[in-house]
């Protein structure tokens, strides 16, 4: 084999291997085949409305849905673009057990998991993906979440 070929194979393999490593974290972030999204009607409607007042009461002092809503500069929406973008691709259960383990995070509450996937509906209902017949639970916390499709 000269020194051309050689060098040739070297340069396809190393163009084949960043070509892998650049796509995987893409494709790492679309939903599998069969996997439900945020966008597949995980929740239902009246479990969303229901925990409108908790959020209110829970959560609204430092989260609202969208930056222009923000009470203060430092506050983290719970929707919008930088949300969704730190979010996307991610499980819905990742923000259950974030939830859960130090929200509110004053320690003015303590919320359980079934608190949780009622305020986690609320949310997916304010940042407006459509609700389906079934309440959210704790398997449908599986979930990836996406950008909603009905905005
Ligand atoms: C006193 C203010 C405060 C209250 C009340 C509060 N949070 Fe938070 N929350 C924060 C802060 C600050 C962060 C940023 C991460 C941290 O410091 O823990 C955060 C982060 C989060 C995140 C992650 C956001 C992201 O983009 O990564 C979620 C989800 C969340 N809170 C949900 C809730 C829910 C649901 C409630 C109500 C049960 C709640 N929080 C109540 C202050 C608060």
Redesign the pocket.
């Known amino acids: 084999m000269t020194f051309d070929k050689t060098s040739a194979l070297i340069t396809g393999a190393v163009t084949v291997w960043s070509a892998c490593a650049l796509a995987a974290p893409a494709f790492a972030r679309k939903a599998t085949a069969g996997q439900k999204t945020t966008n597949d009607g995980i929740y239902s409607r009246a479990q969303a409305d229901a925990a409108k007042a908790p ?1 209110a009461k ?2 609204s ?3 609202a849905f969208t930056v222009a809503a923000l009470k203060q500069p430092k506050d ?1 929406p ?1 929707g919008d673009e930088p ?1 969704l973008k ?2 996307e691709g991610r499980a819905l259960d990742e ?1 259950l057990t ?2 859960v383990t ?5 320690g ?1 509450a303590v ?1 359980n998991d079934e608190e ?1 996937l009622n ?1 986690l509906a609320y949310m997916l209902q304010q940042n407006g993906f459509a609700p389906g017949k079934a309440p959210l639970d704790k398997s449908g916390a599986a979930a990836v979440i996406a950008r909603p499709t009905q905005k």
């Open positions: 959020y829970l959560c002092e430092c989260h983290l719970l949300f730190k979010w923000l974030l939830i130090t929200m509110p995070n004053d003015s919320v949780a305020l």
